[in-house]
C-alpha cells in the first residue's frame, strides 16, 4: 500500500506564500495521477491541483494562476506551491494518490490519503 505524510502547512498571512510537501513510501513513478485535496469541516473535500506522471497539471478554477503543483517521482514527492493565498485557501489539505490495492488476489483501484497539513491564512 501507499502511505503518505504531508508537511510544510502553517499559518500565513493573506498575499503570502507557503510551500507544501507529500512524501510518498513507495515509488510513484508508476502512479499515473498524483493530486491535491483541501476541506474545511462541514464541506465537501475539493480537488484543488492534479499531476500526471508526464507532469500535465490541471487547476481548480479557484487557484488557478495561484497554486503550482509539482512532482519528482526521483525523490517520491509531490509539491503544492501556493502563492497570493487568500483566506479562502485555509483548510486541510491532503495529497491523494490513486493507485491499486489487492483483494482477495485481485487488483483493485484504491485511493490513499495523508493525514493532511492544515494551512490558515489570516493576517
Known amino acids: 500500500q501507499v502511505q503518505l505524510v504531508e508537511s510544510g502547512g502553517g499559518l500565513v498571512q493573506p498575499g503570502g506564500s507557503l510551500r507544501l510537501s507529500c512524501a510518498a513510501s513507495?515509488?510513484?513513478?508508476?502512479?499515473?495521477?498524483m493530486n491535491w485535496y483541501r476541506q474545511v469541516l462541514g464541506q465537501e473535500r475539493e480537488l484543488v491541483a492534479g499531476?500526471?506522471?508526464?507532469?500535465?497539471?490541471d487547476y481548480a478554477d479557484s487557484v488557478k494562476g495561484r497554486f503550482i503543483i509539482s512532482r519528482d517521482n526521483a525523490k517520491n514527492t509531490v509539491d503544492l506551491q501556493m502563492h497570493r493565498v487568500k483566506p479562502e485557501d485555509t483548510a486541510k489539505y491532503y495529497c491523494?494518490?490513486?493507485?491499486?490495492?489487492?483483494?482477495?488476489?485481485?487488483?483493485?483501484?484504491?485511493?490513499?490519503w495523508g493525514q493532511g497539513t492544515q494551512v490558515t491564512v489570516s493576517s
Open positions: 513507495v515509488s510513484i513513478g508508476t502512479i499515473n495521477r
Open positions: 499531476i500526471s506522471v508526464s507532469g500535465s497539471t
Open positions: 491523494n494518490a490513486p493507485d491499486l490495492r489487492l483483494v482477495d488476489d485481485s487488483w483493485v483501484a484504491a485511493n490513499y
